[in-house]
């Protein structure tokens, strides 16, 4: 059978070198043409726990979504089988390790109590006993699951010998012994493999000898499989392809977008983009060096949002990125850039709250946190990215944004977007514009808060001859103290005026994009990493006979009232869903309080995991067919 | 900037007469004029609090910030643009209760920045209750019982966070905290000068009377001789400099304690790695093209970030233009 898709779950214990296999996996299928998107789904721990890459493969397009069931499921542990025997559909592949035979569920010790409770009692069900071999067997006549083994041990042994490798030197392979067994299933050419491992591990030729013997010796122990999922050749037409993180789309965006300052405090899952933009803190260019790049880990998320203030009061393009817990902390900083109208990018990459919640799975919990965090009323601006290429883009317009208007811009990401990585086309440059604002003119008698315009004009700390004051409190033109109540009025009015600027230049090809049929039977509504899923299911659902639309917002705030009132008008409420990684669907209360427009229809996840392809269509489904106003989705473990 | 520049601005300092922080004032101001900086690349940072106006009454510029957060954003300030003069003023609530996160943070840095703190024993704007240096026992007439909470010693801290000027001062004792400030100022990397500060209003117990009658000059000494000039000198330096800082309160020594010429600065440390550092800094670097596109080209980007890319191989499949 020809395919153009394929999904599967490739799953072992933190630290076995999972990360290494995704990378080498997504560069082979990235060289032979295919899109991929791989999502890498851990616990807060370091080595041991349960961890997965989940994947979807591509001959037709980029996927931006993820789906279940997987066609194979590649398990190095017992606990990858237990905990996802449910994810591989009928008919599917169970690769394994052939060292997780007889293995007692009651046996492995990383697996959580309430965990081991749930997944007993789905096997008690099934009539399946809680061990590996029982439950291989069940697969395979229930479920016509084909199993194929693979004996490492073996290939340890054989590396061991030809490369002298101690045993914990040929167990680090563990993973892409298995990475290697899909690429032979999928029937990639070795030439792809071997370029990814190039890739991977540069010049480390003992790395990629061994790699490839590794390939080698796992073709010949699965030659019997090789290609039976192979996909149909790719159909897609770019030379050049990047195969990135969110984290990592997000650090090039600032970069091309001119970044000078970034502070920090190490927080999940933000710390990767300061690492990468300390990586590349000098670029070169034709002309010469270009940056630098000053990364500062500072000693608490308080001192990072204030050195960017500081740093930004210089001149120079100023961000930080953090998540829940640290935003937080910064926004009595934030207040204080609101009140001193100093531009500042806040990089905000929600993951599951509350306090620590889950510190390494996603959600979307956190916009009314970026939205009306603070005290007092000031002017912000709040940007979400739907997936990697609109988070380059918006990385670098944020700062467009902070700086002409004088405001925090706060640029909301999540953590299914930061951790996944994607095949992606190059940016364009033409797309970048650099604007920053109106400048004042040097010299004394210079105002900085200056009341004749909407937008005073600004001047860097240092401008010659020129000096000028700021404070927390209410300020008078040249920023010292008043508590006079006719400056308070205007200073405070003027302040958040600007937003109303905003909304007005701002594009409204911006802030809000449409997908799918004009005039739709119904709408799903969305922001961020909801966009990839929700147009994907929009497709499927057209194939169905349901034509839907899917409005990504992107400005969330100052919300695009009118061009949202303008799309959904005529549109029945019932027919229109807001989609959400969090329990209350806060997109909905957003339209509400902006344009009256009321959301009939909520569709919930918060377990953690991102919304899969197949979950949501059928919520769309049920919920247009039925009077339930809500459903909740929670597949994925 | 004119000729003769009033180092004072026209803002009236609006603290309880006799307060401490006049002196501090005008020792600042004094020092800034006699130091003939340029009033454009000088910044004075402030935390929250009575000392936290100072920034207003100084014709340089003036951040004043959030409570206990002038360090950061004085860092911040000095990291992007190092032609600078930073100087921050703070309580003692402000640099040693919420900020002190921050204020040993500087010290680990050695980043040329001076700190200047109003050391009151009281938290003075919000009316008088005990700051963290606050001696254990005291009952000033602010609080309703006596403290609970022992005093941390700035100068100790200092030392220890890695500060390389740590001198003390005391706010009446105007031409010598001026000649500190001026040390401090011409010193490179983070100084810290502790000021006796006397919160007339609050605190009843460290008034000018009880500091007139204990403090004495350091430099009266002719053998004290603070300044570490060489990486051998350090230790015995450092001893001798917490011993004075250490010494019982009957007599109470103000001046250097401790000078160390021998340490890196932040800034050197950076420009060891980022050579174009000294030339190119955040706030002068050139961010876009003449055509207002970024400085990288597509080229430079592909070239940058090869890592993440990929050259596809030319395969056998049909091509669309889905790009
Ligand atoms: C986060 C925060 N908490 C509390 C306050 C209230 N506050 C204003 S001034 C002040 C005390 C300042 O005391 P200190 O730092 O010793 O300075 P002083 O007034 O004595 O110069 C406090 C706690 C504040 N502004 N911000
Ligand atoms: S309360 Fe104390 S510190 Fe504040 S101005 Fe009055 S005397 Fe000075």
Partial sequence: MRRTELSLILGGPQGSGLETAMWILTLSLARAGYGVIADREYYSNIVGRHSYIHMRVSSARRPRSLKLPVEVLVASDAETLFTHFNDIGDGGYLIYDTSIKAKQLSDVPSVEDVTRKRIMSQLSSLGVRGDTDSLISYLASSRSVLPIPIDSVKIFRALSERFKLNAKQASRFSSSILGSALTVVMGLDPEDLEYAVRRRFGARKDLLEQNMFVAQLVGEMVKDYRGIVKLEDPSMNAERIMVVTGNETVAMGKIIGGVRFQSYYPITPAADESIMLEKYEVLDSGKGPVGPILVLQAEDEIAAIASVIGASLTGARSSTATSGPGFDLMIEGIGWAGNNETPVVITYYQRGGPSTGLPTRGGQSDLFNALFSGHGEFARVVLASGDHKEALYDAAEAFNIAEKYQVPVIHLLDKFLANSIVTETLPDFSLVKLERGMRGAEGPGYKRFDLSSTISPRLPLGAKDTVMWYTGDEHDELGHISEDPENRARMYSKRIEKLKLINMEIPSSFKLTVHGHESPDYALVGWGFVKGVAIEAIEQLSSRGLRGMYVNLRLMWPFPTEEFTRLVRGLDPDKIIAVEHSYGVSIADLIAMNTGVRVGKKISKYTGRPIYLNELTEAVQSLLSGRTERAEVSLGA | ?323
Avoid at chain 2, 110 to 131: C, P
């Fill in chain 2, 1 to 323: 900037m004119p000729d003769r520049w009033s180092f004072k601005s026209t803002v009236w300092p609006d603290w309880c007469p006799g307060c401490g922080n006049y002196g501090i004032l005008t020792a600042l101001i004094r020092s800034l004029e006699e130091l003939g900086v340029d009033p454009s690349k000088t910044v004075v940072v402030s935390g929250i609090g009575c000392s936290g106006k100072t920034p207003h009454f100084v014709n340089v510029n003036g951040v004043h910030t959030l409570h206990g957060r002038a360090i950061p954003f004085a860092m911040g300030i000095k990291l992007a643009r190092p032609e600078l003069t930073v100087v921050v003023h703070g309580g003692d609530g402000d640099l040693l209760g919420i900020g002190a996160g921050h204020f040993v943070a500087l010290g680990r840095r050695n980043l040329d920045i001076v700190v200047i703190l109003h050391n009151n024993g009281v938290y003075g704007l919000t009316k008088g209750q005990a700051s963290p240096t606050l001696p254990l026992g005291s009952k000033t007439k602010g609080i309703p019982r006596p403290n609970l909470q022992a005093a941390v010693n700035p100068l100790m801290l200092a030392l220890a966070a890695g500060y390389t000027f740590v001198a003390r001062g005391y706010a009446f004792e105007g031409e010598h905290l001026k000649t500190l400030i001026k040390k401090a100022v011409e010193h490179k990397g983070s100084a810290i000068i502790d000021v006796l500060q006397p919160c007339v209003t609050f605190n009843d117990i460290l008034t000018p009377e009880y500091y007139k009658a204990r403090i004495y000059k350091l430099e009266s000494d002719p053998g004290w001789d603070p300044v570490v000039r060489t990486p051998e000198e350090r230790e015995a330096k450092l001893l001798r400099a917490v011993q004075k800082a250490l010494e019982p309160w009957d007599k109470i020594p103000i001046g250097v304690l401790y000078a160390d010429e021998t340490q890196s600065t932040m800034e050197e440390r950076l420009s060891e790695r980022l050579k174009i550092y000294p030339a190119l800094n955040p706030s002068n670097s050139p961010i876009s093209g003449a055509d207002g596109g970024p400085v990288i080209s597509v080229d430079d980007f592909a070239k940058a970030f090869s890592d993440y890319i990929v050259e596809v191989k030319k395969t056998q499949g049909r091509f669309n233009l889905k790009g």
